[in-house]
């Protein structure tokens, strides 16, 4: 059970679409994992005006419907940028429900992305099945 496959779950919160204003994530159940972590992967983004901000922050829940904000974001400031947060310690430090939320700022923001997260330290496994 060495295998990549069996030992990393990935779910989506941010599922790949053009974005143009903030947007919250769906939420994702970490139960019976103990580490993770968010991959926010972006494409082209519009950087035509000098006021144009791209971050993707987490939020936690116990029951995944009452958010609260966390100090984890990834900044995006390249096009084809991949950026990854690291959540330690799932179910002891953080809260059962993690999401991604996308804020952005500017005059015309604009951002194909997605942001998933990758689960890890499973109490069983394996996590994926054929």
Do not use: C, H, W
Not at 26 to 42: A, E, I, K, R
Not at 72 to 99: G, I, P
Not at 100 to 111: E, I, Q
Request: proline residues 3%; without cysteine.
């Amino acid at each position: 059970m060495r295998k990549l496959f069996d030992n990393v779950k990935v779910l989506a919160s941010l599922v790949p679409a053009t974005r143009t204003a903030d947007a919250n994530g769906t939420g994702v159940d970490t139960q019976g994992y103990g580490d993770g972590m968010m991959v926010v992967s972006v494409g082209d983004l519009d950087l035509a005006n000098v006021d144009e901000t791209y971050a993707v922050k987490v939020e936690e829940s116990d029951d995944n419907s009452t958010f609260t904000a966390t100090s984890l974001q990834a900044s995006l400031t390249a096009d084809n940028q991949v950026a990854v947060v690291r959540l330690a310690e799932l179910n002891v430090a953080r809260m059962r429900y993690l999401r991604a939320v996308l804020d952005v700022g500017g005059t015309t923001p604009s951002a194909p992305i997605a942001a998933l997260f990758l689960l890890g330290e499973a109490a069983s496994g394996p996590v994926n099945s054929d």
